[in-house]
């Protein structure tokens, strides 16, 4: 567990445009399970989530089409939500940071960590505004 002034920032780099913070189970079910559609992005205190991912899930809602609902789960603190978010995003082994949109409750895309380490946030907001544009 990280401590919570560690990670408060990390956590405001999504909460401060609308993201919404799931700390049990429960809550990512109830979450996953809404009409429409979900972006679940599992945060991390990893550098690759504050240049990449954090930044690129930011870029990606300056889109015409976006989800309904925004979510995101701390790897390494909400350890309950972490892992059953991780549950709803198998068959793809469990990767921080990473992010996931639902539509009604079902897995439609999906970004791991090699999918968002190394690469620009530009080309991370890309990827997810085209799930937007097919699935949103």
């Known amino acids: 567990m990280y401590p919570p002034e560690l990670v408060r920032p990390m956590r405001e780099d999504l909460t401060s445009i609308g993201f919404v913070e799931l700390h049990d189970a429960e809550a990512v079910d109830n979450a996953i399970a809404k009409e429409g559609t979900t972006l679940v992005v599992v945060n991390s205190v990893c550098g690759c989530a504050a240049a990449n991912a954090r930044p690129g899930a930011k870029m990606s809602l300056d889109n015409g089409k976006k989800p309904d609902h925004l979510v ?15 549950a709803h995003m198998v068959p793809f082994p469990p990767s921080s940071p990473s992010m996931a949109l ?13 999918h968002i380490e190394g690469r620009p946030a530009e080309m ?7 799930a937007y544009n097919e699935f949103c």
């Open 124 to 130: 991370i907001a890309e990827n997810l505004m085209d």
């Open 72 to 86: 995101t789960v701390f790897a390494g603190v909400d350890k309950d939500a972490t892992d059953k978010a991780r």
């Open 102 to 114: 639902f539509k009604d409750g079902e897995l439609v895309h999906m970004l791991e960590r090699h």
